[in-house]
Structure formats: C-alpha cells, structure tokens
Nanobody, 117 residues
Framework: EVQLVQSGGGLVEAGGSLRLSCEASGFAFDDYTIGWFRQALGKEREGVSC????????YYADSMKGRFTISRDNAKNTNYLQMENLKPEDTAVYYC??????????WGQGTQGTGSS
C-alpha cells in the first residue's frame, strides 16, 4: 500500500520552531521529488518548498527563504521540513507530496502547523 505519513505538526508561539516529517512506504521514495504545500483557512493551497530526488536541488517560496529548511533521508524514506521563526501567517495545514518524473504523485494526509501570536 502506498502511503505518505506525516507527523510533527503542532502549536507553537510566534518565533518558535516545528519540524514536519513525511515518511513514505509502498513506492520507490528516492525516485520521487518531494514537495511541501500548505493551505490556510479560506485560502488556496500554495507551494512551500521542494527537493529533488538527490537532494541537490531545492526550492523555497520567497516568504519561507531563510526560515524553512527542507531535507530528505532516502535511506529512511523520509523527508523533513524544518520551520524556524514561525509567524501567525504560517498557520496552515501542511501537506507533503511525492512527485515522480512521469507526474505520478502521492499526497500525505496533512498536518496542522500553527504559529500563534
């Protein structure tokens, strides 16, 4: 069974940190680019960051640069999103997505991340 299981969300004060994890099973994780997306209440889902299969190519949306760090451990089939200096506007449900070169994709179940004011 194909699964992307997320963990690590929660509520922190503004300025705090959270680390989200996304663990894959049932497919060849290291063949997939991993992206993180988020959706705040009442807003459209937006891209946060993504990392290539090798981990050498990384992208961040402008508002996350310098605060968020994406990484992956292919040996553990796990991807991480480290979020620092969280702001109230970072409050959203965060989703990981695994995307294969042929655009086959799998979504995680979503996890709430909240930076309270």
């Amino acid at each position: 069974e194909v699964q992307l299981v997320q963990s690590g969300g929660g509520l922190v004060e503004a300025g705090g940190s959270l680390r989200l994890s996304c663990e894959a099973s049932g497919f060849a994780f290291d063949d997939y680019t991993i992206g993180w997306f988020r959706q705040a209440l009442g807003k459209e889902r937006e891209g946060v960051s993504c990392i290539s299969t090798s981990g050498l190519n990384i992208y961040y949306a402008d508002s996350m640069k310098g605060r968020f760090t994406i990484s992956r451990d292919n040996a553990k089939n796990t991807n991480y999103l480290q979020m620092e200096n969280l702001k109230p506007e970072d409050t959203a449900v965060y989703y990981c997505k695994a995307i294969e070169i042929n655009l086959k994709s799998h979504w995680g179940q979503g996890t709430q991340g909240t930076g309270s004011s």
